[in-house]
């Protein structure tokens, strides 16, 4: 079965970055497409942006767009959210999620594979 395993989350400054990895096991990823999402605490999960199996990348709200940028490496199994000019409102828990499918899927409740997610805290 697919596993995937979130890396990369921590305690950064307002205005910094971070890069997230989602790390596959058990299946390769060549055939999936995948989100970031997160979950703020007392808030909705909130779709960050999604990715197909060739590399079509569509961010689901406009407050990430320019400063998170989803990626994938094939050959690495793992997708990345690089995210830059962080602010407060971006503390949440990370997630990755993982669809078989060819096109992008932009609906997280479609998502089959999760992680266990990734915390993020951005602060001074």
């Known amino acids: 079965q697919l596993q995937l395993a979130e890396f990369g989350g921590g305690l950064v400054q307002p205005g910094g970055s971070l890069r997230l990895s989602c790390v596959a096991s058990?299946?390769?990823?060549?055939?999936?497409?995948i989100t970031w999402t997160r979950q703020a605490p007392g808030k909705e999960r909130e779709g960050i942006s999604c990715?197909?199996?060739?590399?079509?990348?569509?961010d689901y709200t406009d407050s990430e767009k320019g400063r998170f940028t989803i990626s994938r490496d094939t050959a690495k199994n793992t997708v990345y959210l690089q995210m830059n000019s962080l602010k407060p409102e971006d503390t949440a828990v990370y997630y990755c999620?993982?669809?078989?499918?060819?096109?992008?899927?932009?609906?997280?409740?479609?998502?089959?594979?999760w992680g266990q997610g990734t915390q993020v805290t951005v602060s001074s």
């Open positions: 999620a993982a669809v078989q499918a060819i096109v992008v899927v932009t609906e997280p409740n479609e998502y089959d594979y």
């Open positions: 990715i197909s199996i060739t590399h079509i990348s569509t």
């Open positions: 058990g299946y390769s990823l060549d055939r999936y497409a």
